[in-house]
């Protein structure tokens, strides 16, 4: 981990948004809470690898958190929707680079927060499921943007309503699967469902992970498997199992060492390197932990680096293909900056205990 210090930053924040603009080779923030009742906020800032950049385009979203953005790669646009401060949102933006644009589609999904948006790169389109709005109602309606307008699909199977849920998209199947959430009567729900554009079909594989919230998932796009780790069964059950879904079954994975039982970590895939890492979240009584993890594909890998961030959870985390460096920023009054990757070349090895031995830092990582 490398932390990275610059003159301007944005301020300390939990449940934000960021995503990376492939096309521009930047990493895109915005929002969140500061934790502070009266303060949402809504600032733009933009990671080039080496500095945060303050963005002041107007007109731009209203202050929020809770909200869902996804990377449209075939439009070469960041998609905001939704998301709450003090009212539930209904709104749509994208951002080019240099501005946000408001769009407004003549139909559009409902105000909401608690959704899950994911990329559908075999059809270009953002696919959005599912959240809740205030008073508690929870949504069960698909919608796919197409970045000129939103189309409610209208399938004749569907999962039912949740929030709290999980999607990743598997590119090499060309869908979406959906995991968990919380459903309609409080229950958490163990279903798994993929789309494929026009169908929602679920999978009712005979072994399947424990009904759950707040778990992460990543897609392993060289070895084309989806990964689940963690999350909780109520308020008070945490989790700490490792699952696979392969397209056709659910594989559980029990490795010697193991990220502890925890919820509202960060996950994203390192594809140079091929591994999924993991770091952060709660293990519930106000716990909050600061441990890095990897997956190989068969075994979990406790890293422990010499500097690393503090514990957190509430934070964001997404992978820089241009730099290849995973980027975090923010979570539970943090507003710093880190970078995790291969600092110099290759890990040389693995220690007894399976932790990776470390060359020496490159002199631009050093400071």
């Not at 399938?155 to 199947?173: E, G, I, N, Q, Y």
């Not at 190989?296 to 964001?316: V, Y």
């Amino acid at each position: 981990w490398v932390a990275s210090t610059t003159a301007l930053s944005p301020s300390a924040r939990v449940s934000h948004a960021m995503a990376y603009d492939e096309a521009r080779g930047r990493v895109v923030l915005f929002g969140g809470s500061s934790g502070i009742d009266v303060d949402a906020l809504s600032d733009t800032w933009v990671w080039d690898g080496t500095l945060w950049n303050e963005q002041t385009p107007a007109p731009s979203p209203s202050g929020r958190s809770s909200l869902a953005m996804a990377y449209d790669g075939a439009r070469g646009r960041t998609v905001l929707f939704g998301g709450s401060w003090r009212q539930t949102l209904a709104d749509t933006w994208e951002w080019d680079g240099a501005r946000w644009t408001k769009r407004l589609p003549a139909t559009s999904p409902v105000a909401r927060l608690g959704h899950a948006m994911a990329y559908d790169i075999t059809r270009g389109h953002v696919v959005l499921f599912g959240g809740y709005y205030t008073p508690i109602i929870y949504l069960s309606d698909t919608w796919e943007w197409d970045g000129a307008q939103w189309m409610l699909r209208s399938p004749p199977l569907k999962p039912p309503p949740r929030t709290f849920h999980a999607m990743a998209a598997d590119t090499r199947r060309g869908c979406i699967v959906l995991f968990g959430g919380t459903g309609a009567s409080g229950d958490d729900l163990s279903d798994t469902w993929e789309w494929d554009g026009s169908e929602w079909t679920e999978r009712t594989a005979g072994l399947s992970p424990p009904a759950r919230l707040g778990h992460a998932m990543a897609y392993d796009e060289a070895r084309g498997r989806v990964v689940l780790f963690g999350g909780s069964r109520g308020s008070d059950t945490y989790l700490g199992d490792t699952w696979e879904w392969d397209g056709s079954q659910w594989t559980e994975y029990t490795s010697a060492i193991s990220p502890s039982p925890r919820r509202g970590h960060a996950m994203t895939y390192d594809s140079m390197r091929g591994r999924i890492i993991l770091f952060g979240g709660s293990s519930g009584a106000g716990t909050s932990l600061g441990d890095t993890w990897e997956w190989d594909g068969s075994q979990w890998i406790e890293l422990t680096p010499a500097r690393s961030p503090t514990a957190r959870l509430g934070h964001a985390m997404v992978y820089d293909t241009a730099r290849e460096r995973v980027l975090l920023f923010g979570g539970s009054g943090a507003s710093d900056t880190w970078e995790y990757g291969e600092p110099c070349g290759r890990f040389l090895s693995h220690d007894v205990r399976g932790h990776l031995l470390f060359p020496p830092l490159c002199a631009a990582d050093a400071s």
